[in-house]
């Protein structure tokens, strides 16, 4: 391992086209039924060598004070995972600084966190010279969080259990979305405890047919009318502001609009890139210059190696 060696990771945010949330279990997890779009809203990740197994974590942007600096983080874990269970004794004094320059929102339904823990498997496990595949990759990644294997594979796909078995789906086209973002987050937790006193007897969660037909066509229109989020009502009776937002779609010229996750950032979903600027400049007028909104465009590759 060259100690002056940089590894550069970039990794993507995804939005659920699709969320439905089952009946609370005895160990408080949901059984959930989900399809994950990667989108260009991009965090980086660069891991250099570190001496005496020591961990350094430093996360850069607007939000950076939001982000646990040490075990808490799921970059750190990641990091301690591969050390721990995949590096031999005589390599564990290994050690690594960690930069993550975020773009995806925190707190923002977006899998920020555990996008950058799988950039950290990946950088990590190139720094260490480990030889693992990219499925021993997504394997270990189960261990740190649902959203964490997907985060790897990108494009889109169909996440059960927890959302962390995820299998590809056949879909084409691009995907064109206007983001809004929110300045506070919503705790995940809470929503899925607010979900439950809501629909406390939900039925078993499953992938509507009609939704991955749709995904075959490659057009907008199509998919629209098949997205769905069972959180959204519990994270708008939260946050009424989220559901204000959720009810610009027809008004900005959007096709429909969905919650990312939890929330509270909204996706607009539209039929192409130049509806895109015209909804942008539409949720601008209403919304305010200091609103951060952003056009992406997915599916996406999963988390890739810059340079090294």
Known sequence: MDTDEAIRVRV???????????????????????????ISVHDELTARAAPDGVTELVTHGPQADLVPAGPDNLVWQAADLLRNEILPASRRDLGVRIDVTKAIPVAGGMAGGSADAAAALLACSVLWDLDLDPTELRELSAGLGADVPFALTGGTAVGTGRGDRVVPA???????????FSETGVSTPAAFARHDELRPDPPEPSIPPELMAALGTGRAADLAPHLYNDLAEATCSMRPDVAEVLGLADQVGALTAILCGSGPTVAFLVADEN????????????????V????????????????S
Do not use: C
């Not at 509806?275 to 200091?290: C, K, N, T």
């Not at 951060?292 to 340079?307: I, T």
């Open 170 to 180: 056949l879909t084409r086209g691009t995907y064109h979305w206007v983001l809004v």
């Open 292 to 307: 951060g909104m952003r056009r992406v465009h997915g599916p996406v590759p999963g988390a890739r190696l810059v340079s």
């Open 12 to 38: 993507p945010a995804k939005i659920n086209l699709t969320l439905g949330v089952g009946p609370r279990e005895d160990d408080g997890y949901h059984q959930l039924a989900t399809v994950f779009q990667a």
């Open 275 to 290: 509806a895109a600027v015209d909804a942008h400049l539409q949720l601008r007028a209403e919304l305010g210059a200091e």
